[in-house]
């Protein structure tokens, strides 16, 4: 059996659109789509935000989605 984690990166500092992964869509913040996009195929507990910004962690944190900080260099 394959073992996967689904990352999901989320990054504040974009230059084309600064703060994209909080940005509300149709009532539904960017970062939450996704994550229930990606519950539709795995579950839970494979999937995961990856972010460098404590803005995002926080969100995250607040809407028990599961994340972790990376540095602001990671690729």
């Not at 999937?47 to 460098?52: G, P, S």
Request: contains cysteine; hydrophobic residues 40%; charged residues 25%.
């Amino acid at each position: 059996m394959i073992d996967y984690l689904v990352v999901i990166p989320a990054r504040y500092s974009s230059k084309r659109l600064p703060g994209k992964p909080l940005l509300d869509i149709s009532g539904v913040p960017m970062i939450v789509r996704t994550y229930n996009q990606c519950k539709k195929v795995v579950s839970p507990s494979k999937i995961i935000v990856a972010t460098d910004d404590l803005r995002i962690r926080n969100f995250c944190t607040s809407k028990k989605i599961p994340v972790i900080m990376t540095s602001k260099k990671c690729l």
